[in-house]
T-cell receptor
Framework: DAGITQSPRHKVTETGTPVTLRCHQT?????MYWYRQDPGHGLRLIHYSYGVKDTDKGEVSDGYSVSRSKTEDFLLTLESATSSQTSVYFC???????????FGSGTQLSVL | GENVEQHPSTLSVQEGDSAVIKCTYS??????FPWYKQELGKRPQLIID?????GEKKDQRIAVTLNKTAKHFSLHITETQPEDSAVYFC???????????FGPGTSLSVIP
C-alpha cells in the first residue's frame, strides 16, 4: 500500500460544519494529491503538493483548502461543508522511483 | 487545462473476447498516459502506462497504443477473464509527477 493511510475512513457531517481529512505517508515521498470520485466524473483533482508548504490547485479546488506542514501529512479541509461535497475522497502519492500514483483506501464523506 | 474524454462509459464482453477502451486528450503538451483499474470498493491501481516517445506497450494480456498526432490512446485487453471486471480510468499529464487528469471511467463487465 506504499505506506499511505487516510483518516477517517467514513464520516457523516452536517451542512455548514468544517471537516478535515488526513492523508499520512511513511515513506517520505515528495508529491501528494487529493482527488474526489463521483459517479460519471471519474477522479477529479482537488489540490496537490510538491513539498512542504508547496501546494497548488487542481480541477475542482473551490470550497477546499489544503495544508502540508510536514512531509508525511497532507490535510484537506472543507471550511463549510455542502451537500455537493458528498463524495469519496482519495489521497495519492507519487513515488520517486516508479513514478506512479499510489492511492490510499479512500474516505467516504456524507454531508447531510 | 487538460481535458480527458473516455469511451465507452460501459462495456460488456463475453469471457475470452477482447475489450477496447478509447481516450482522447486536449493538451498537446501531455506526454505521460497511465491507465488505472478500480475493482468494486477498492482503490484505483496502475495497470500500465505509456510515454509519448513510445507508440505501443504490452504487458501480458493488456496493451496500450498512443497516437500523439490525433491525441488519442487506447487500452486493449485480450482473452478477457471475469477478474478483469472493473472500472478502468485513462489519464494524462505532462510528466509522471505533474497533476494527473483522469477520464470519467469505463465500467467493464466480463460475462462468464
Amino acid at each position: 500500500d506504499a505506506g499511505i493511510t487516510q483518516s477517517p475512513r467514513h464520516k457523516v457531517t452536517e451542512t455548514g460544519t468544517p471537516v478535515t481529512l488526513r492523508c499520512h505517508q511513511t515513506e517520505n515521498h515528495r508529491y501528494m494529491y487529493w482527488y474526489r470520485q463521483d459517479p460519471g466524473h471519474g477522479l477529479r483533482l482537488i489540490h496537490y503538493s510538491y513539498g512542504v508548504k508547496d501546494t497548488d490547485k487542481g480541477e475542482v479546488s473551490d470550497g477546499y483548502s489544503v495544508s502540508r506542514s510536514k512531509t508525511e501529512d497532507f490535510l484537506l479541509t472543507l471550511e463549510s461543508a455542502t451537500s455537493s461535497q458528498t463524495s469519496v475522497y482519495f489521497c495519492a502519492i507519487s513515488t520517486g522511483d516508479q513514478e506512479k500514483l499510489f492511492f490510499g483506501s479512500g474516505t467516504q464523506l456524507s454531508v447531510l | 487545462g487538460e481535458n480527458v474524454e473516455q469511451h465507452p462509459s460501459t462495456l460488456s464482453v463475453q469471457e475470452g473476447d477482447s475489450a477496447v477502451i478509447k481516450c482522447t486528450y486536449s493538451d498537446s503538451a501531455s506526454n505521460y498516459f497511465p491507465w488505472y483499474k478500480q475493482e468494486l470498493g477498492k482503490r484505483p491501481q496502475l495497470i500500465i502506462d505509456i510515454r509519448s516517445n513510445v507508440g505501443e506497450k504490452k504487458d501480458q494480456r493488456i496493451a496500450v497504443t498512443l497516437n500523439k498526432t490525433a491525441k488519442h490512446f487506447s487500452l486493449h485487453i485480450t482473452e478477457t477473464q471475469p477478474e478483469d471486471s472493473a472500472v478502468y480510468f485513462c489519464a494524462a499529464s505532462k510528466t509522471s509527477y505533474d497533476k494527473v487528469i483522469f477520464g470519467p471511467g469505463t465500467s467493464l463487465s466480463v460475462i462468464p
